[in-house]
DNA sequence: TTGTAGGCGTTATCAT
DNA sequence: ATGATAACGCCTACAA
């Protein structure tokens, strides 16, 4: 009893014309009957007929949908990166198609499978924590799926990249605190492997040294940005002899797990030891104790990037090139935003 | 220099055998000579082949994909929901293709039609809060991509839906404030066009008349959830000659909005009035001022039991029936937690 | 055991 | 102005 789905097929049998006639009638073909095309459009209309996409697309080679995998949605973060993404795709007719890595590799692995399989027209993505082998990323350029890292990208020159450059962002926050009389600034930083992390050190370090100061290594912290993790370098922190003054967390959850212990061990935030972050995100502002600044990284501008990115080298790949590929890297320009202090 | 993506034709011309050969012996058919077999995979193997499932699909008739839509994936309930959903799916090799209405039914129309083009298999929806015309949904159905609807559904009988009953959630969180003695309960609510509105209505009209205590519909604010409305039903409720003792709020979010509001006129947050709400997400334990209590509404669940209920109805879809077509209703039941206190 | 042919819905390229 | 046909990648009933 279902309604199949009309088809031109179809239209052509009741109207004892050709599927050609019809196809073109409906695509408004220049060197057609007028009568003709009146009655294919009227048929059309009453028997609702839509074009099947997925016939289109498989003739074309062309779904219009481009993958996105990130490490957890609900981080605001990620979810202000898919909203840029999705603002981008729209503008251009493309869909998402969405995958969450859970900070899991063969999880992340398992789902470029799955849009590998789809054959999506392209991918973006913002890589899982230990994620530190691309082969099967690397491997979708050769099917002709492009990639658009964002964010968390990989330590390869040969990748399309969108990111936000927190080498300076950092000296310029370790510079602010010093300015402002911290003088034992410590550092709670994400996993080593991580390029972000890499270079949030790079600036940090570059940030003490410029103050003239002694890089002191207990000062810097690892966490693998569970709260567990981040309670634990907290631990070490504040058993140093000298305490820090103040403390860069990696982010803003890092901030609110590190602020967490503070609390709990009777310090008064911002005021015994002061607390900056990165992220910026609206959320903090509900918090019990926002950090007073933190880097704004433009997740839903560098999500939008990446994006555009994306189809700009869609839009490239029918072109002539000579030769050799060339790839894309952009930097978003972190900014640092103060907050109103909360001392409590 | 484009590196193609190899297909069963191509594998096929290099062994001299035929197309069928190839996808049957790819396939571990029977009676395929055991030569042929593996010389057919090894060279699959070698080559990368994959089978290209939008041809696969286009034939089928079926993308394995089924669409989401979302008002904000940014809200942690949402972004909740689409990981049970995600994970169901993930079980049952299906895809998400994603999207967000922001709230918009023009855009939720928009994004509606995009999924249509798209064919996906079946269409998972939590509508915007001013959606109250169904017609763009109900076409789908005529289109045999089946809808199913959750946590936000619309007042349709013939729609398969999953939701959080509320009704009875929140006549006992009325109750459970009443046996601690708070008297004056007062109630922000959501809009009045959400089904979700009126469930709790009429939970807090049950659990109010239960006292026995006459109705006093000037405790009864509505907000749109932007932070402005939910601070203009404060308003007038702080205005009051006699102050509520309790404010049950919407959600988290007119939570977190009421109780700044009430930080900034000098409210003893939980002392002076307590605060209790529905979500309970897990943010709010970061928050400065957790609710009292809240209505766990399990969106995970919810999106989990969404998705499996459309594969359910995609499967039966080939099924014979008896015509007439079943609806799905399966209700969420709601769990009142207690948090810590704090009181500032 | 393997090959041939037709079909899924559409459009582009011929031919009429 | 219209029709016939091939092609996209895969599967499968049927033929050999």
Redesign the interface.
């Known amino acids: ?3 199949k ?1 009309p088809t031109v097929k179809e239209i052509a049998r009741r109207l004892n014309v050709s599927v050609s006639t019809v196809s073109r009638a409906l695509s408004d073909h220049p060197r057609i009957g007028l009568r003709t095309k009146t009655r294919v459009q009227e048929l059309a209309k009453e028997l ?1 007929y ?1 074009p ?4 289109i ?2 003739k074309q080679r062309k ?3 481009v993958g ?1 995998i990130l490490p957890f ?2 981080e ?1 973060f990620f ?2 990166a ?2 840029g993404i ?1 603002a981008a795709a ?1 503008e251009h ?1 493309y ?6 890595s859970y900070d899991n590799p063969d999880r992340e692995k398992q789902v470029v499978e ?6 999506v027209d392209g991918l973006i993505i913002s890589l899982s924590k230990e994620t530190n082998k691309y082969d099967h990323l690397q ?1 979708l350029d ?3 799926i492009p990639v658009v890292y964002f964010d968390r990208v990989p330590q390869l020159e040969q990748a399309h990249k969108v990111y936000c450059d927190l080498y300076k962002g950092t000296t310029e926050m370790v510079n602010w605190l010093f300015n402002r009389g911290y003088r034992r600034v410590a550092f709670i930083n994400g996993p080593d492997k991580l390029s972000a992390s890499k270079e949030r050190l790079k600036g940090y370090l570059e940030g003490v040294s410029k103050q003239k100061l002694k890089i002191d290594m207990q000062m810097v912290e690892t966490t693998d940005l569970s709260r567990e993790s981040t309670h634990e370098a907290m631990k070490k922190l504040l058993a140093l002899k000298h305490r820090p003054h103040a403390i860069v967390t990696f982010n803003d959850y890092v901030h ?1 797990d590190a602020v ?1 212990y503070a609390e709990q061990h009777n310090i008064l935030i911002n005021k015994d030891i002061a607390f900056v972050s990165y992220a910026n995100l609206p ?1 903090t502002n ?3 104790y926002p950090p007073l600044a933190s880097i704004e990284q433009y997740p839903y501008g560098q999500g939008n990037k990446a994006m555009e990115l994306m189809i700009r080298i869609l839009n490239e790949k029918g072109m002539p090139t000579n ?1 050799a590929r060339t790839y894309h890297n952009e930097k978003v320009v972190p900014t640092l935003v103060m907050h109103q202090p909360v001392i ?1």
């Open positions: 009893m279902e309604n789905l609702n839509e099947n996409a997925k016939a697309f498989f779904s219009f949908i996105v949605i609900r605001e979810s202000q898919i909203s999705e729209m007719d869909t998402i198609l969405f995958g969450q799955t849009m590998k399989k789809q054959r491997a050769k099917y002709d609110m967490q959320i509900y918090t019990a030769g409590r």
